[in-house]
T-cell receptor
Framework: AQSVTQPDIHITVSEGASLELRCNYSYGATPYLFWYVQSPGQGLQLLLKYFSGDTLVQGIKGFEAEFKRSQSSFNLRKPSVHWSDAAEYFCAVGAPNDYKLSFGAGTTVTVRA | DSGVTQTPKHLITATGQRVTLRCSPRSGDLSVYWYQQSLDQGLQFLIHYYNGEERAKGNILERFSAQQFPDLHSELNLSSLELGDSALYFC????????????FGPGTRLTVL
């Protein structure tokens, strides 16, 4: 079964600074990878996804992620964060013939002025 | 707005009671998934329906059940409620059977007193 690790529980970043959130997965083949964002009291919004092809994926709100098979990673990046990026971010992995998404524990991002 | 709707937004009830959570998927989506988000367990997959048929079960208690109706909306029934059932319950939908991108609703926050 697949699993996801998000090593950072909480990250604080200054507005305008770059952001990188780490995600490592465990799965024997190429998984399907997702990043979702959850603002306080809100549902999960899809930021981006990787199924196959180009390993650098562009998403909404200026986010991008890079799939690195050799490192079993799918890290999320943003060059310049805005105060509105303060939220909880979840990495998720899916697999062929598996009906569920397995989520990481999430990383909470705080943006300071 | 993902296009997935969930009602009610909040639900407060007592131990031993039974509640029903409702989900309407995005227009055209055949798959519905239910997830539970709690502080100690994180996001856990409960159950998946595709075009009215149950396709997979995750960590769903026997006290919980679900169904998907001909119009594709889904209901999650929680009975004999316990304090530990207090959580945020998400519904997600996708156009096809997995693997396919899942879009999440805003959730129903259940509080059991």
């Amino acid at each position: 079964a697949q699993s996801v690790t998000q090593p950072d529980i909480h990250i604080t970043v200054s507005e305008g600074a770059s952001l990188e959130l780490r995600c490592n997965y465990s799965y024997g083949a190429t998984p399907y990878l997702f990043w979702y964002v959850q603002s306080p009291g809100q549902g999960l919004q899809l930021l981006l996804k990787y199924f196959s092809g180009d390993t650098l994926v562009q998403g909404i709100k200026g986010f991008e992620a890079e799939f690195k098979r050799s490192q079993s990673s799918f890290n999320l990046r943003k060059p310049s964060v805005h105060w509105s990026d303060a939220a909880e971010y979840f990495c998720a992995v899916g697999a062929p013939n598996d009906y569920k998404l397995s989520f990481g524990a999430g990383t909470t991002v705080t943006v300071r002025a | 707005d993902s296009g997935v709707t969930q009602t009610p937004k909040h639900l407060i009830t007592a131990t031993g009671q039974r509640v029903t959570l409702r989900c309407s998927p995005r227009s055209g989506d055949l798959s519905v998934y239910w997830y539970q988000q709690s502080l100690d367990q994180g996001l856990q997959f409960l159950i998946h329906y595709y075009n009215g048929e149950e396709r997979a079960k995750g960590n769903i208690l026997e006290r919980f059940s679900a169904q998907q109706f001909p119009d594709l909306h889904s209901e999650l029934n929680l009975s004999s409620l316990e304090l530990g059932d207090s959580a945020l319950y998400f519904c997600a939908s996708s156009k096809l059977a997995p693997p396919d991108t899942q879009y999440f609703g805003p959730g129903t926050r259940l509080t059991v007193l």
